[in-house]
């Protein structure tokens, strides 16, 4: 995606979805524990049934991306056949792009307009940070400008012996 952008003269631009694996949606019956401090006097021994992903399920995660799949394709977008987290838009002569990493979105395009309009879009789905340009991502520091993209990954940490 960087090699694309750097090549077509776009900017990248990151969001980051704010709790995104308590929007998922179960499609299967879950039951858990009362959490300590919220037992029910009288009713220990009764379990709650999730309606909605919590951080450290199993599913939370299958949960987010089929939510934020389901928005995708809804919106317009294609699901890319040989990566599963990139997706296009084509909108008349117009493209637009969005790679997926768990709760961080990278989205770029040849219209800004476009770019300004998906931000306003999943942000009405979803709460969200608008990080603007990409500048980090993933241990990796971005720099970008006209028609290039320069990335760079420091190691900080020395070794102990």
Partial sequence: MLAV??????KVFQLDVKSAFLNGVLHEEIYVKQPEGFVVQG??????????????LKQAPRAWYNKINDLLLNIGFEKSLSESTLYVKHKGNNVLIVSLYVDDMLVTGDDTRLVEEFKQETMQAFEMRDLGLMTYFLGIEIKQNENEVFICQKKYMQKKY
Wanted: charged share 35%; aromatic share 16%; net charge positive.
């Fill in 5 to 10: 952008a750097a090549q077509k003269g776009w």
């Fill in 43 to 56: 009713k220990e021994d009764k379990v709650y049934l999730l309606k909605k992903a919590l951080y450290g």
